[in-house]
Nanobody, 114 residues
Framework: QVQLAESGGGLVQPGGSLRLSCVAS????????NGWYRQAPGKQRELVARITFGGTTTYADSVKGRFTISRDNTKNTVYLQMNSLKPEDTAVYYC????????WGQGTQVTVSS
């Protein structure tokens, strides 16, 4: 079992930045993929960014050029750097780990508003 814990959400003005962190409860051995998803009120959960074991990254078109996913294996942590935030980025953000099983964090709220 792996527990994932997100942090770093909050209220930010449009154009601002936030960095989300997701810490795994233990070191992950083997091949796995990390992802960040988000879910806005009344909408389905959607993929924001993904990073493979080898470091290949994928982004939703809506965040390309603004968000960056990265991972620090020494800290069992994956990050989502979010710049130039827009009101439409407001959502609960969830981190995800896929290996044999799929694991989810509890989510962290990001609100972009003036």
């Amino acid at each position: 079992q792996v527990q994932l814990a997100e942090s770093g959400g909050g209220l930010v003005q449009p154009g601002g930045s936030l960095r989300l962190s997701c810490v795994a409860s233990r070191k992950i051995f083997g091949v796995y993929t990390n992802g960040w998803y988000r879910q806005a009120p009344g909408k389905q959960r959607e993929l924001v960014a993904r990073i493979t074991f080898g470091g290949t990254t994928t982004y939703a078109d809506s965040v390309k050029g603004r968000f960056t996913i990265s991972r620090d294996n020494t800290k069992n942590t994956v990050y989502l750097q979010m710049n130039s935030l827009k009101p439409e980025d407001t959502a609960v953000y969830y981190c995800n780990l896929v290996q044999t099983y799929e694991y989810w964090g509890q989510g962290t709220q990001v609100t972009v508003s003036s």
